[in-house]
């Protein structure tokens, strides 16, 4: 039986996003975004490469300067960063040290840390938890950080692109622990395997040309969302 | 409150980095070495010291001079063409092998270790060392990772206060172990030596070991902030430790207030060199326009540093 561990504030806010503009060279990348992404829901952002994805996701984590405001639930980032959990795409990790130990690092508070709970999760063996990373293959690192993701039960989950390269069991534990995450979390994904955040999305969210649309109820309309991407992005509108 | 809790996380998480990394572990390898390097070279000083003594005793009695009239002469020295002379040879190798003997009293080995230690080495190494913590996380990708969960300020304290913790908790160690060592070594001086035959008080620390110790603090501390400083800025840690190597090692003394005169200035005031390390002789500066500049030179690094960790993105 899996437990989460219960964090230490009740209730888990939302993101509001106001007039969001962020340049790089002058070249706008985002302009004036605007938004609110809810508790409890995955949210998912498309778009193309370079559309500004990662960008955004910079932001909202306060790794690049900005115009306009973001507040986590009324908050400023300064107040809410330890309930933050980003997994990036490369999955940045520290090569002279097991996993294990990098899980370690990877906590907001070491008292996260339970070897019986890591066991528990399946993810990665015991075995393969006391390698160095460096023997790591691309989808044993991101389920290094999806095990971290459970054990800090993040207020905020930021993923990106982290379905990149996974195999068919990896993607359905990773749909599964998704879905299990979304219980006590805000999840923010981004990434271009729509099969597979097809079924575990609660929201949609359309990134071109520098403006981030909100498809309300987009399951309605019945349309997968490799159809929403050709209509709002590959037809240029 | 909150921030400086931040910061000891950052901490807290930096040690068991450069723990588990065996990071600290090589840092204290190469440090007990150079221990055990210094005892073992006091060793054999006190040998070396004891043969040239007994050969010049040899000759004077050779010669039909008493010994002991012979020492209780003065001895002139004086240095020319970079060459010393002596007037009294006998007692000049008399009074080299008394300190020689002081240098490996346990009251002594403190202070000569941090001589023979701070001034090259530990400059040196805790340099170096403060780079590599300021820019690993550069290397590995994680900083943007670390970005997340602190601030740049909280991070940048948290590293550097780490630094500062293994730094003294290691010079700690060494110099306990030198002291214990002084123990095992001293017995075999003993064995070698007739040590009663040459006592002499040479040694007067006038200011005693706490100011030599917190001279060498603030020495290493200073060394271990532009390291550390570089390091971050230039997102490099070859870059420092190439600039170190080359102004420590290579580059000779620019002026009376180029860090390392104003460094000899100071610990000559607190250390006696007497022992293997000797300090140049530094040229007089004026003592508090010597600690405005190191301390200017230091708040100038810090506001640099946070300017640039400010400005730049912490997604790299």
């Not at chain 1, 405001?69 to 309930?83: N, Q």
């Not at chain 2, 930096?14 to 600290?24: A, H, N, R």
């Not at chain 2, 913590?133 to 304290?157: E, M, P």
């Not at chain 2, 290493?220 to 070859?238: D, R, T």
Request: hydrophobic residues 45%; glycine residues 6%.
């Amino acid at each position: 039986m899996i437990l989460f561990y219960q964090t230490k504030e009740g209730g888990f806010p939302m993101i509001e996003v106001n007039n969001l503009s962020k340049s790089y060279s002058n070249t706008p990348i985002l302009k004036n975004v605007s938004l609110t992404l809810n508790s409890n829901r995955i949210h998912f952002i498309m778009g193309r490469n370079g559309s500004g994805k990662t960008t955004f996701i910079k932001c909202l984590l306060g790794l690049e300067h900005y115009e306009g405001t973001i507040t986590y639930g009324g908050k400023v980032l300064e107040d809410v960063r330890k309930g933050i959990f980003a997994i990036f795409d490369d999955i940045p990790l520290y090569n002279d040290l097991n996993g294990f130990q990098n899980i370690r690092l990877m906590l907001s508070d070491k008292k996260f840390f339970d070897k019986n709970y890591i066991a528990e999760l399946g993810l990665l063996s015991d075995k393969k938890l006391k390698e160095n990373i460096k023997n790591y293959s691309l989808g044993e690192r991101k389920k290094l950080a999806l095990i971290a993701a459970i054990l800090n039960n993040p207020k905020y989950l930021i993923i990106d692109e982290i379905s990149n390269g996974l195999d068919i069991e990896t993607l359905e534990t990773l749909r599964e622990k998704l879905n299990v995450l979304r219980q006590n979390s805000l999840i923010l994904a981004t990434g271009h395997h729509f099969e597979f955040y097809e079924s575990i999305i609660d929201e949609l969210l359309v990134l071109n040309a520098g403006t981030l649309t909100y498809i309300s109820d987009y399951r309605k309309g019945g349309d997968k969302l490799y159809e929403i991407y050709k209509q709002y992005i590959a037809s240029g509108k | 409150m909150k921030s400086i809790n931040n910061i000891l996380q950052v901490a807290n998480k930096e040690l068991y980095y450069q723990w588990c990394s065996k990071k600290i572990a090589i840092l204290l390898f190469i440090l007990l070495f150079l221990s055990i390097f210094h005892l073992i070279g006091l060793h054999n000083r006190v040998i070396t010291s004891y043969n040239r003594y007994q050969r010049t005793e040899m000759t004077y009695r050779e010669n039909g001079i008493d010994i002991v009239k012979a020492l209780e002469q003065p001895n002139n020295v004086y240095v020319e063409n970079n060459s010393k002379i002596t007037s009294n040879p006998l007692k000049d190798d008399f009074i080299s092998l008394a300190i020689a003997i002081q240098s490996l009293k346990p009251r002594n080995i403190i202070s000569n270790t941090l001589e023979y230690l701070v001034f090259v080495f530990c400059t040196l190494i805790f340099g170096i060392y403060a780079a590599y913590v300021a820019t690993y996380d550069f290397r590995f990708k994680t900083y943007k990772f670390v970005s997340v969960g602190d601030n740049q300020r909280d991070i940048i304290l948290g590293k550097l206060l780490s630094v500062i913790i293994t730094m003294t908790g290691t010079m700690v160690f060494v110099l306990i172990f030198t002291f214990i060592g002084s123990f095992i070594v001293n017995p075999i001086v003993v064995a070698k030596v007739p040590v009663k035959d040459f006592t002499i008080d040479i040694f007067n620390y006038e200011y005693g070991i706490i100011p030599q110790l917190f001279l060498s603090f603030i020495v290493i501390l200073f060394y271990v902030i532009v390291g550390f400083s570089i390091g971050f800025i230039l997102k490099s840690m070859l870059i420092p430790t190439i600039g170190l190597l080359l102004y420590g090692l290579f580059i000779p003394v620019l002026g009376a207030y180029d860090f390392r005169n104003i460094i000899s200035y100071f610990s000559h005031q607190v250390f006696t060199f007497t022992a293997r390390f000797v300090m140049f002789k530094p040229m007089p500066i004026n003592e508090v326009l010597g600690i405005l500049l190191t301390l200017a030179t230091a708040v100038i690094l810090f506001v640099v540093l946070f300017t640039v960790a400010k400005k730049r993105s912490a997604y790299s």
